[in-house]
């Protein structure tokens, strides 16, 4: 796991002063780094009767499909406001920097259906607990809420009480 955190880039100040910037390219294009962090975030729910994994935009797409496809189940996008082309329902959110729009089709999810979310960074939280509410509008069973790393400083967790968090990589902040 140590090696895997390594690989994970830290840029001060990014996109704005006072954040602790967590850059993921450096271990996505890393080919064996990226396959166990996937290998590691999938084989958790092999068996458990997930029927599909609900990537966030846009990071969380290259976590949640990659998952998707070693479950061997699909994958729901969850994405920025106006880039789906179907009927939408919505939900704003705050940021650690700014705010946000997130959408998902109304027929995305079957009422029951067993989800898993995926993401890269768990922050402040607000992100996937907005999806947390989308999701559950629909009827979605929320099986857990799964990242690549965690800013566990930023208690993004007390946003998701209630929901199975999990992550594979903890950084303070
Ligand atoms: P939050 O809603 O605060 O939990 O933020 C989560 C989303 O914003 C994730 O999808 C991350 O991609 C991005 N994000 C927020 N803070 C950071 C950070 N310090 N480093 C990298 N990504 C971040």
């Not at 955190?5 to 996109?15: E, L, S, T």
Request: aromatic share 6%; glycine share 8%.
């Amino acid at each position: 796991m140590k090696e895997l955190k390594k690989r994970i880039r830290n840029i001060p100040d990014f996109p704005i002063k006072g954040i602790q910037f967590k850059d993921i390219t450096t271990l996505l294009s890393d080919p064996s780094s990226y396959q166990r962090a996937i290998d590691l975030m999938a084989h958790r729910h092999f068996n458990k009767g997930v029927e599909s994994v609900v990537g966030i935009e846009a990071r969380g797409f290259v976590m949640g499909a990659a998952m998707a496809y070693k479950l061997g189940v699909g994958v729901i996008l969850v994405r920025k406001a106006g880039k789906l082309p179907y009927r939408t329902v919505s939900a704003e959110y705050a940021l650690e920097y700014g705010k946000d729009r997130l959408e998902i089709h109304e027929d995305a999810i079957r009422p029951g259906m067993k989800v898993v979310v995926a993401d890269d960074v768990l922050a402040t939280g607000g992100t996937v607990a907005a999806v947390a509410d989308l999701l559950k509008r629909l009827g979605a069973d929320i099986v857990e809420c799964c990242f690549l790393a965690e800013l566990t400083d930023l208690r993004g967790r007390d946003k998701l009480k209630g929901q199975k968090v999990f992550s594979l990589l903890k950084f303070k902040e």
